[in-house]
């Protein structure tokens, strides 16, 4: 199964490529700054035909096309983001990345994160039991503490000091605001961040936890709940150190 989305992943992101000079259709969602183009809605139904050839039984989690209300527990679940980054890829052509995750009964198998213009692909899971970049197995980072590494963050998070946001970005190195959950992603597997602090939907989140979790690090949701698969919520990511220093925060509601 890892091959066909491999090639799936390759295939859309040379579509991307090849219309990156051309007149964009943007439309607004949720105002001005959330955003979606006919590049993300392409790609997404691009997704799908191969998955639907390739599973016909499958059910789709998608960002896009009306697709974004699948449960996660029942059954082959393909949770795809065509597009993750879209204002960066509007505004910069670059930072953005393409994601897909499989969910089997509720359990995350594999997980894949495309970074399209710099051409790395991150993926794994326990159906393979190893994470990879391309073609190369990558190690679990070191267990660094919070003020030991960079953090991640959402900026509005960060600009409102929701959930101790602005304390525990002070605790730590820094914080990297890079408008891509899953480029914040890879920098935690590569091990150049110790976290990430947002509000993310299941396909902002699905594919890096699943890597993150076979890296021996961990995710979890607001007060200090599993992440629920149902709408935006709450998220930190984190190596297991900088887990438990994120949530002395606030015991009761992180
Ligand atoms: P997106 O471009 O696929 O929507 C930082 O902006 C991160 O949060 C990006 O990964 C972005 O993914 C995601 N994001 C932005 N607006 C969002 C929204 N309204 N709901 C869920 N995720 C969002
Ligand atoms: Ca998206």
């Known amino acids: 199964m890892e091959k066909e989305i491999i090639g799936w992943i390759y295939e859309a992101a040379e579509r991307i490529k090849s219309g990156l000079g051309d007149a964009l259709k943007v439309d607004q969602k949720n105002g001005r700054t959330d955003l979606v183009t006919n ?31 699948t449960p996660i527990d029942k059954g082959r679940v393909f949770v795809i983001d065509p597009i993750d980054g879209t204002l960066n890829f509007v505004m910069q052509q670059e930072n953005f990345c393409i ?10 198998q ?8 710099q051409d790395e692909l991150f993926w794994g899971g326990p ?54 959950a899953g480029l914040d992603f890879i920098a935690i597997i590569k091990g150049t961040q110790i976290g990430y602090v947002s509000m993310l939907s299941p396909w902002d989140y699905a594919a890096g936890m699943i890597m993150m979790e076979q890296l021996g ?38």
């Open 39 to 69: 590049v993300d809605k392409e790609v997404q139904d691009f997704i799908v035909g191969k998955i639907n050839a390739y599973d016909p039984d499958a059910l789709i989690l998608g960002e896009e096309n009306g697709q974004d209300q």
């Open 99 to 108: 994601m897909i995750a499989v969910y089997e009964e509720g359990v995350g």
């Open 110 to 117: 594999l997980g894949f994160i495309y970074d399209v213009m």
């Open 127 to 180: 159906k393979v039991g190893k994470v990879f970049l391309n073609k190369e197995e990558l190690a679990a980072p070191a267990n660094q503490s919070l003020s030991e590494g960079l953090i991640g963050m959402n900026a509005a998070l960060y600009r409102k000091n929701l959930y101790h946001a602005q304390e525990i970005g002070q605790t730590s190195m820094g914080i990297r605001v890079l408008g891509c």
């Open 217 to 254: 690090m961990t995710v979890i949701g607001k007060n200090q709940q599993p992440l629920s698969f149902r709408g935006r919520e709450f998220f930190i990511g984190a190596t297991q150190a900088a887990m438990a220093d994120i949530q002395a925060f606030d015991k009761e509601n992180l």
